[in-house]
């Protein structure tokens, strides 16, 4: 049963590490307008996986604070890939 939750797991950290690679590539294109399309709200969805850390952002100075929203997910994916250990056996 623990191989199962450890296998869920992992598969839990995956699909967050997708999508946190996928709001950064959404977030690239909506800031510099490749296709077409310049949508100026694209980093939401950064905003949104970083939770509680892009609140802290506030505390930079404000030409860093994009960049500490951007990378905020990045805290909680390191933690989420140093909690995901194979369970021990006995």
Avoid: K
Avoid at 17 to 33: D, K
Avoid at 57 to 72: C, K, N, R, S, T
Wanted: positive net charge; glycine residues 12%; contains cysteine.
């Amino acid at each position: 049963m623990a191989l199962l939750g450890y296998w869920l797991f992992r598969l839990v950290v995956a699909g967050f590490g997708a999508l946190y690679a996928a709001a950064l590539i959404w977030n690239a294109v909506g800031l510099t307008g490749w296709f077409g399309a310049a949508t100026p709200l694209s980093g939401v969805y950064l905003l949104v996986l970083g939770l509680p850390w892009t609140l802290g952002a506030a505390f930079f100075p404000e030409h860093l604070q994009p960049l500490v929203a951007a990378l905020a997910p990045g805290i909680t994916f390191g933690i989420l890939l140093a909690l995901c250990r194979p369970p021990v056996r006995d």
